[in-house]
């Protein structure tokens, strides 16, 4: 027997829960709303959040926070700016916090609170959530949906909203067969690149500063023009440069090593400092420590495996002489590789490490309220679609809005169905 049902969700993340729930609260519990989730458990990446702690939106949400086909943000966000998205969790239950740079957590700092909710709304407005059910196929036929699991049993859908989230994180259950099932449906998928995650440079360039961080001013150049400056703490790996300002220059990077660009990172170490002010204090320090080995001349200015590294880029023959042995033109380009020490990148981590999926489903083949152009009644949300956030709360903002966009389109067509067909007297 085909079971049926008025919306089928594809994906119990995020996005499908919060689709869900709107979808439910505006048909009033009339339609059977029914989610499939391929893992165990709905929302399992939710709790890996913001180290389990669930930055779920940011106050300063905006367009400029987007990247990839951003068409929709605009107006979205106009409908859900990030004070209706906290105002909706108080609704569904969950108190809010503000953190710094207007991160917005859960009260309780605890993502599997965030989750709990979710799923208790779900539960009470009588969502179905069949977990362990994998959807491999999706068919469009006379205005309805056939939706096929691994075990070839099917359902027929009035409505369908897929979202299944993006690529990134395998480990937390990710997979790519969102985008094979929107292919299926005749939509187009744009090249997928891992973001938010560690920039890759060549071993040699940070091997000696392995483990070391520091409070820096960040440019990206591309093809020697600068794209994008970052201020925050970078940490140096075995692979290359981390943190969370790295973490927004990655999606970039990707993209331009991919379209065979030439990417560099410019660090500047001592951003309040101008090259003068570092000079005037790098003869301060040679009068005080004449006799001191030439590349810890930068000891009690910032981090000293740092320093030592600039110094010996900047003066290639500097481990073999004293402090009072540098020269005026030497001062002039320490200081000079202080403010813009350079590290050319050649890519990013692999998909574990990375935190979102820059690319996706394409947007130019949907409407605002995120249906397909292509079959009507099929709609898209959250990861899936090509659209990815800054690090700070701004990916499950889009998960939350993109959901309810979706989610509520679907019901009042659903609804509107229902109004249609009543007899007028
Ligand atoms: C470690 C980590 C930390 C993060 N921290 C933050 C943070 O603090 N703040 C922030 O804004 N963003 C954060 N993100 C990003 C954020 O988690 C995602 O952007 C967001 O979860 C996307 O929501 P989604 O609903 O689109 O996808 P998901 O949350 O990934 O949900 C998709 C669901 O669909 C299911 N699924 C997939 N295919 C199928 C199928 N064929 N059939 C049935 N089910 C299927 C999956 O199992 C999954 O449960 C983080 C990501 C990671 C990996």
Request: glycine fraction near 8%.
């Amino acid at each position: 027997m085909q079971e049926k049902m008025h919306l089928a969700i594809v994906g119990g993340g995020a996005s499908g829960l919060i689709a869900a729930i709107t979808a439910s609260k505006i048909c009033k519990q009339t339609k059977k709303i029914t989610i499939f989730e391929g893992a165990l458990r709905v929302g399992r990446k939710l709790l890996a959040t913001g180290n389990g702690r669930c930055n779920l939106t940011n106050i300063h949400a905006s367009a400029k926070h987007y990247h990839g086909d951003t068409r929709f943000i605009e107006a979205i966000l106009r409908t859900y700016p990030p004070q209706r998205v906290i105002q909706y969790f108080e609704e569904l239950g969950l108190l809010c916090k503000e953190e710094a740079e207007g991160r917005i957590y859960p009260y309780s700092l605890q993502s599997a609170t965030v989750l709990d909710v979710l799923r208790f709304n779900a539960e009470e407005l009588q969502v179905e959530m069949i977990c362990d059910c994998p959807i491999h196929k999706i068919q469009s036929q006379d205005g309805k949906f056939l939706l096929e699991n691994h075990q070839q049993q099917i359902f027929i859908a009035d409505k369908v909203i897929l979202a299944t989230g993006g690529k990134a994180s395998p480990q937390l259950g990710s997979a790519e067969n969102g985008y094979i099932l929107a292919k299926q449906l005749g939509h187009t998928v744009t090249p997928l690149y891992p973001a938010l995650t560690i920039l890759r440079t060549p071993p040699e360039y940070v091997k000696a500063l392995k483990g070391m961080r520091s409070h820096v001013t960040a440019t990206l150049k591309c093809n020697g023009k600068a794209i994008r400056h970052e201020k925050g703490e970078v940490q140096f790996t075995e692979q290359g440069l981390s943190g969370i300002c790295m973490f927004q220059f990655s999606r970039h990077v990707a993209h331009s090593i991919a379209n065979k660009q030439k990417i560099t990172v410019l660090l500047d170490f001592m951003p309040e400092y101008s090259v003068s002010a570092i000079v005037n204090h790098l003869n301060h320090a040679v009068n005080l420590f004449p006799h001191l080995p030439a590349p810890e001349i930068l000891k009690g200015f910032i981090n000293k495996k740092i320093g030592e590294a600039v110094v010996k880029t900047a003066v290639p023959h500097s481990k073999e002489i004293l402090a009072k042995q540098l020269t005026k033109s030497d001062f002039k380009s320490i200081a000079n590789a202080v403010k813009q020490f350079s590290f050319p990148c050649i890519g990013v981590a692999d998909w574990k490490q990375a935190q979102v999926t820059a690319g996706g489903v394409s947007l130019s083949q949907l409407n605002s309220s995120l249906e397909s152009k292509i079959h009507k009644g099929l709609y898209f949300s959250g990861e899936l679609l090509n659209i990815d956030g800054d690090c700070g709360g701004y990916n499950l903002n889009w998960a939350w809005i993109s959901g309810i966009t979706a989610g509520k389109a679907a019901a009042k067509s659903l609804c509107h169905k229902d109004k249609a067909r009543v007899p007028t007297t």
